[in-house]
C-alpha cells in the first residue's frame, strides 16, 4: 500500500483562525475542555489573536452559533465544546441528539471543518474522566482534529 497516494492533514496547518464555541452549562467541564483545547492550539502553533471564544449557554443552542460562526467567513474551523450528562429524563436523549445533529448539519453547510467536543455521558465521574483526567482531554482531541481537518482541507 505504500505505493498509493495519500492525503492527510498535519496538526501545525499554519496560520488558522479559530472560533472555539463552549457551553456555560456544566461549566465546571466545559472549562477543562476549553483549557484543553487552547493549550493544544498554542502547542500547534495558534496565536491567541487567533482565537476566539464564545460562551453558550447550552449545548441546545450550541448549533446555532456554531452555524453562524462557520458561515461567517471568519473562521477556519469551529470546535464546539459541551457536555450533556444523562439524567433520569429523556431530556438527554433530545439535547444530545439536537446538538449533534445541527453541528454536523453546520459544518456540512458551510463546508468548513467543525470539530465534535461535545461530552454525552451517563455520570458526572465519566465527564469529569474525560475532561482532563483518566481518558485524556476530550477538549484538546476536538482542536487537534480542527487542525488537522484545516491542513486537510487546504489540500484537497
Not at 38 to 50: E, F, K, M, P, Y
Not at 55 to 80: I, M
Not at 105 to 111: D, E, K, N, S
Amino acid at each position: 500500500m505504500t505505493d498509493l497516494r495519500t492525503i492527510e492533514g498535519e496538526l501545525q496547518p499554519g496560520h488558522a483562525r479559530i472560533a472555539l464555541a463552549v457551553t456555560r452549562f456544566n461549566g465546571f467541564i466545559t472549562e477543562s475542555l476549553l483549557n484543553g483545547a487552547v493549550d493544544t492550539l498554542r502547542r500547534s502553533g495558534i496565536d491567541d489573536d487567533a482565537m476566539t471564544v464564545v460562551r453558550v449557554p447550552g449545548c441546545y443552542e450550541l448549533p446555532l452559533v456554531v452555524d453562524r460562526l462557520a458561515g461567517s467567513g471568519s473562521y477556519d474551523a469551529v470546535v464546539a465544546l459541551g457536555c450533556v450528562i444523562r439524567g433520569s429524563t429523556a431530556h438527554f436523549d433530545y439535547v444530545a441528539g439536537e446538538c449533534s445533529r445541527g453541528i454536523g448539519q453546520a459544518m456540512q453547510r458551510h463546508g468548513i471543518p467543525v470539530a465534535f467536543g461535545v461530552l454525552t455521558t451517563d455520570t458526572i465521574e465519566q465527564a469529569l474522566e474525560r475532561a482532563g483526567t483518566k481518558a485524556g482531554n476530550k477538549g484538546a482531541d476536538a482542536a487537534g482534529s480542527a487542525l488537522e481537518m484545516i491542513s486537510l482541507m487546504r489540500q484537497l
